[in-house]
């Protein structure tokens, strides 16, 4: 399949990424979301990427502005439906999941791929929602998608063949390494980095150690790039604590039972980076 087209959905912390590296790799690519001050955001946050990039001297001038050229942005789901490809990156609720890929089956052309970057949800249930399974799989990137190097691909039961050839050849142009994993609860990397994370929280609750001393132990021990605490943050305790208790539902061990202290930081509003306290304070960033 030729794809030259994709539109991402959700302009948040993972779909303007996502966008990014899709505009990067010479894909005509438009950004969704429902008001079009998050679009504007989300190129805001692409654009401030692209000038640090270069300032390091790792994006050139000429990269910046073909980059940008390649980007659009709409809040017409409509208008989105229009590509080879669409990846999802809307709030992990199957429900809505379910609703935006039906709304996108009936719009989108008969060849076009509908993919999710969900990081734990069932691909076969949001494939139930349209009348193309073989072309529904997981995409499912990793923050921040212009820097980390991984894609990893999921794939259910009625996933064709071809499908997953044209994502592991858009993952090849966006210089990302990509990995195939069966349609399971958490698939591979959210099974083991939420077990890791959660541990952690425990050990935090337990009085252990400190969340910087149980980040060093795995960054310095382990040669782990990012503690499993600082990276909680940057993902979201929120988002954390919805996989975790997703992960618990589905698989039904004890290793995914969110820790109270997990449950509370996100009752008393402290999510991470995002809202600038969780294990780590983030107030000056």
């Excluded at 979301?33 to 946050?45: K, N, P, V, W």
């Excluded at 709409?74 to 609703?99: F, G, H, M, S, Y």
Aim: glycine letters at 8%.
């Amino acid at each position: 399949m030729d794809i030259q087209r994709i539109s991402v959905l959700g302009a948040g912390t993972m779909g303007h990424g996502i966008a990014q590296v899709a505009a990067q790799a010479g894909y005509r690519t438009t950004l969704y979301d429902i008001e079009a001050t998050l679009t504007q955001a989300g190129l805001d946050r692409i654009t401030a990427n692209l000038d640090k990039g270069v300032a390091r001297g790792k994006v050139t001038e000429d990269q910046r502005l073909n980059t940008l050229g390649n980007l659009s942005a709409t809040t017409d789901l409509e208008d989105a439906a229009q590509a080879e490809l669409v990846i999802e990156a809307i709030p992990e609720r199957l429900d809505l999941k379910r609703e935006v890929f039906g709304t996108l089956d009936a719009h989108a052309p008969d060849d076009c791929i509908l993919a999710s970057n969900t990081s734990s949800l069932s691909i076969a249930e949001i494939a139930a929602a349209t009348r193309r399974p073989a072309q529904i799989l997981g995409m499912h990137f990793f923050n921040p998608v212009h820097i980390m190097a991984l894609l990893e691909i999921v794939v259910h039961e009625g996933t064709a063949d071809a499908t997953l050839a044209a994502a592991r050849d858009v993952a090849e142009k966006m210089n990302k390494t990509s990995i195939v994993v069966r349609d399971v609860p958490g698939f591979a990397t959210s099974r083991l980095g939420i077990v890791l994370g959660l541990e952690a929280m425990r050990m935090v609750e337990q009085g252990v150690a400190s969340a910087e001393d149980i980040d060093t132990a795995m960054e310095l021990g382990y040669r782990h790039p990012m503690g499993p605490l600082k990276l909680t943050d940057l993902v979201g305790l929120d988002v954390r604590l919805g996989i975790a208790e997703y992960l618990h539902e589905q698989l039904g061990s004890d290793a995914f039972e969110p820790p109270t202290l997990l449950r509370k930081m996100v009752e008393d509003g402290k999510l991470g980076k995002k809202s600038g306290r969780g294990f780590y304070d983030w107030s000056e960033d």
